[in-house]
């Protein structure tokens, strides 16, 4: 599926991304190249195949056992803040 080079500007657009002539030809013939692959996927029978949350079994990804274990101290934890108030990170307001 080859992109007009105005979809590609209009795909940089939404990105916020400004390009030149050159990355328009560039990123249209990389982007052309993704879209039919994923045609090529599209055609594939995945009737027979369950959905899975995980690319590997749950079984066979080893987990270690939750058990408690000694933790460090707030002063400990906060050893290199820049800035605390007592037992709490201070960091600058961002939201107004």
Known sequence: MAL???QVENVARL????????????FGEQLSSILDYIE???QLDVSGVQPTTHAVGVTSTPLR??????S???DEALANAPQ?????????????
């Open 40 to 42: 090529k996927l599209q």
């Open 15 to 26: 990105a916020r991304l400004s390009l030149s002539a050159d990355e328009v030809e560039r």
């Open 4 to 6: 007009t080079p105005q």
């Open 72 to 74: 460090l101290s707030p």
């Open 84 to 96: 605390r108030d007592g037992t709490y990170f201070l960091v600058p307001r961002i939201i107004e």
């Open 65 to 70: 056992d939750d058990e408690q274990r000694p």
